[in-house]
T-cell receptor, first 113, second 114 residues
Framework: NAGVTQTPKFRVLKTGQSMTLLCAQD?????MYWYRQDPGMGLRLIHY???????AKGEVPDGYNVSRLKKQNFLLGLESAAPSQTSVYFC????????????FGPGTRLLVL | GNSVTQMEGPVTLSEEAFLTINCTYT??????LFWYVQYPGEGLQLLLK?????DKGSNKGFEATYRKETTSFHLEKGSVQVSDSAVYFC?????????????FGTGTQLKVEL
């Protein structure tokens, strides 16, 4: 039981490049979330999903897209990376069976030059 | 909207000292309250939670009581250890059709020295 995993762990991009961050969970959770963590700002919700095939915007969605084609996977895409997207990205999942507790992945550190 | 305010760090303590990290919140509805901990280089782990007023969450010697009258959820530990050094986040969630989206405070870094 791996819980929530994220790939890659670290990535450097140039401005304008694109990339996809992958989140996978093996707990059969319905809900999945993407957050970004910036110094002095805590974690902020980017997008979330309440089930396979559904996604919704969070607090800071601009510049990001997401997809949930399979229940266990939640992808976060950056179409044209900007230096302001330099951050640490965390994925989380939850369900009624988890008491709605969110379980977090180890994070992806992204540097945009 | 919902918001969480917690004391700024870093907080530096000697081993075996008493710890308090203050957390207050504003929320619509009836929130659940959480403390998450982040050790260096790792993701967030749930430390404890409380789902209704007057509930006390506890884990690994840490405690926090849900105080509706003061809208607070302060984290306490009677005797900290070096291994408790981490960043602590207070958070709340109000369940909606979008699940239990979390609203986080900015985090408080704790450093425990010998």
């Amino acid at each position: 039981n791996a819980g929530v995993t994220q790939t890659p762990k670290f990535r450097v991009l140039k401005t304008g490049q694109s990339m996809t961050l992958l989140c996978a969970q093996d707990m059969n959770h319905e809900y999945m979330y993407w957050y970004r963590q910036d110094p002095g700002m805590g974690l902020r919700l980017i997008h979330y999903s309440v089930g396979e095939g559904t996604t919704a915007k969070g607090e800071v969605p601009d510049g990001y897209n997401v997809s949930r084609l399979k229940k266990q996977n939640f992808l976060l895409g950056l179409e044209s990376a900007a230096p302001s997207q330099t951050s640490v990205y965390f994925c989380a999942s939850s369900s009624r069976t988890s008491g709605w507790t969110q379980y977090f992945g180890p994070g992806t550190r992204l540097l945009v030059l | 909207g919902n918001s969480v305010t917690q004391m700024e760090g870093p907080v530096t303590l000697s081993e075996e000292a008493f710890l308090t990290i203050n957390c207050t919140y504003t929320a619509t509805g009836y929130p659940s309250l959480f403390w998450y901990v982040q050790y260096p280089g790792e993701g967030l782990q749930l430390l404890l939670k409380a789902t209704k007023a007057d509930d006390k969450g506890s884990n690994k010697g840490f405690e926090a009581t849900y105080r509706k009258e003061t809208t607070s959820f302060h984290l306490e530990k009677g005797s900290v250890q070096v291994s408790d050094s981490a960043v602590y986040f207070c958070a709340l969630s109000v369940f909606t059709g979008g699940g239990n989206k979390l609203t986080f405070g900015t985090g408080t870094q704790l450093k425990v020295e010998l």
